[in-house]
């Protein structure tokens, strides 16, 4: 049985240490909801996989690394290598990654070390500082936040595959400092103004109204802290922005993609200062693609095959930028 309790103890005593207590009572409602009044129907599935994972000792950790990486001085034995590929396999599909443990690499469908290497040259020092990632995934930017020298790290995300697979690498590691909650944004207590910096990447166009999530964003910050917004957008002047009829890329639950210059207005319009864009690029196949982990489809099958600067369904291709902001 999946003992969400005893998982999500180390949180509460994190919190609990750090006197959020109305914060752990608002997450316990959360998690209990979500746990015991409408539990998914793979999680047991999931946690079997999770049970299956070896116990192994002396691990070491390169969080710094493009894979996130655990290894142990010793090699496994052929036993433990295979427990561990059966847990991980059990755990797919793997989207958001690479990671490496103790020899399995896990090539995921989504290479996020390309991201992190196109955001974190331009963020502030992230040492010392308690950080919030919406929308985390499976966790993976969490452990690169984690090796830039954060002090505390919480990830929210409301996928619980991606949870399992946070734990499939936190079972593993000493991390007393980095969580993750299965909840959304709008799931946290209002008004958080506890971290230095919050990351939102991948989230805004998911979102029916971006201004709210760029308000939300706002309120988790202290004063002066750094947001980090990374989305879709789209070449056009300032106003413009483009609402898909249905799917966009054959992705569901796409509302807006703006042009930079629409998103800039919209962080001004929500308390943002000193917005700067400071990457914008277009998403290939080297960054998304089908794999031994995810076998399903992906970017290659979400373009026109006739001209691959367009969506399936004759939108503009994907492309991403990245805005860093203060919290006016
Ligand atoms: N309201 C919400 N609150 C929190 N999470 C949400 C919400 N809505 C969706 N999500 C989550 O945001 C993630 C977006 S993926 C980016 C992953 C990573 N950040 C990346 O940049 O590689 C991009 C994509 O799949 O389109 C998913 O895991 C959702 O469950």
Redesign the pocket.
Known sequence: MFDWKQRFQPLFTDLESNDQLQWADHIWDQLYRQFETRPHGDLERWNDALSELPVLHEVETDFNAPAVTLTTPKPLTEGQHRELETGLRGLMPW??GPFSFFGIEIDTE?R?DL?WDRISPYISDLTGRRVL?????SG??LWRMAGAGASDVIG????LL?LMQFFSVKDFVDAPHIHMIP?????LPPKLEYFDTT?????L???RSPLD?LLELRDTLRDGGELVL?TLVVDGPEGYSLMPEDRYGM?RNVWFLPSCDTLMRWLDRTGFRNARVVDVTVTTAEEQRSTDWMRFQSLEDFLDPNDPTKTIEGYPGPKRATIIADKG
């Open positions: 989207r958001k989504w996020s991201k990632d919406v929308g985390c995934g993976y930017h929210v995300d409301p996928g991606f909840a959304r944004l709008e799931d990351f939102s990447m991948g989230v166009y998911h979102r999530h990374e992705m």
